[in-house]
């Protein structure tokens, strides 16, 4: 069993969970890149009757059955559920209080990987947003 917590960007949705880990995906598909307007999309599986929520996320219906539920001031995405597997709910790691307490397992549908991906481990790199960018 394990404790997890997490919130939206505003506060206005926070999440608790107390129950049994599942998997930890990273999915690479373009529908996850865009309803997270990112390069891919980290998930937390956890059991959707052990989760308690503060504040009332809102959802879109992706395709039929699949929901993205995202806070309704802020717009931060929270969870991904479909009703091809109803008893997982698919939370987004980077909404954890403690993003140490993640460790991806799995990485999905690398073939629509943002292509932009590949080397960016090898772009200079800064601590912060206060040291320009070195000219390459
Ligand atoms: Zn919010
Ligand atoms: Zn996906």
Redesign the pocket.
Known sequence: MTKLSG???????TWCYDGPRGRNLICHCTSCQRAASSAYAAFVEVDPKQVSWS?TPNHYQSSPGTFRGF??????RLYFRSDRWPGELHIHAATLDDATLYQPDCQVVLRERAPWLDGIDALPRHDGFDTPPSDQ
Request: include cysteine; charge should be positive.
């Open positions: 919130r939206c960007l505003c506060g206005a949705v504040g806070c309704p001031t802020c717009g931060t």
